[in-house]
């Protein structure tokens, strides 16, 4: 058996391309370790309440009760990464016959707005590390006469739940934006 013969382009283009691939490869395989640097930013929030202990409410029609509620932004600041963010409550009655008889005292419409389609009241200031918003109220009042006899004796039980969130307040301009993307981040970028 004779050698094989190589023609000489064949040769000189098998020698290039090896000679590129082993290039490549260096290429591919050179790196330099880099630190990334990158902290999360921190959005806690706290719901704040004061609620003396309700006085019996014998027969008042129309019984008052103090509740003031509030939200704080309690980001800890021990690594400097904290987070101005926009914040939202929802209100919910343990007794929802009750509650259809609930009216919400010092309601601040000023600094919050109640979106129905929700049922989340917005307050639509940027809330800052160790700021507080206003209270969203300040007390409620139950007409018994729009209670059903059922439920009467139950009005000492009856509890007003609290739900709160927060969203980054970021670059978005005003809070209808921030809570817009937060609900479809995906469909707004």
Request: glycine share 8%; net charge negative.
């Amino acid at each position: 058996m004779k050698g094989l013969k190589i023609p000489g382009p064949v040769y000189a283009v098998s020698v290039v391309m090896l000679l590129c691939v082993g290039g490549t490869m260096s290429y591919f395989s050179d790196f330099d370790q880099a630190r990334n640097h990158v902290a999360v930013g921190r959005n806690t929030t706290e719901i704040y309440e004061e609620f003396p202990d309700p006085p019996d409410p014998g027969e008042e029609e129309k019984p008052e009760y103090k509740k003031t509620v509030w939200v704080g932004n309690t980001s800890p600041s021990e690594n400097g990464f904290n987070v101005d963010c926009y914040v939202r409550v929802s209100l919910s009655y343990s007794n929802y016959d009750i509650g259809r008889a609930v009216t919400l005292l010092g309601l601040d419409t000023d600094n919050w707005v109640y979106h129905k389609e929700d049922g989340y009241y917005y307050y639509r200031k940027v809330l800052k590390e160790g700021e507080s918003t206003s209270p969203l109220f300040t007390g409620f009042q139950i007409d018994r006469n729009k209670v059903e006899k059922l439920y009467l004796d139950t009005i000492d039980d009856f509890q007003i739940n609290l739900y709160e969130e927060s969203v980054e307040a970021s670059d978005f301009q005003d809070y209808q934006s921030a809570w817009k993307f937060y609900g479809n981040p995906v469909g707004n970028t």
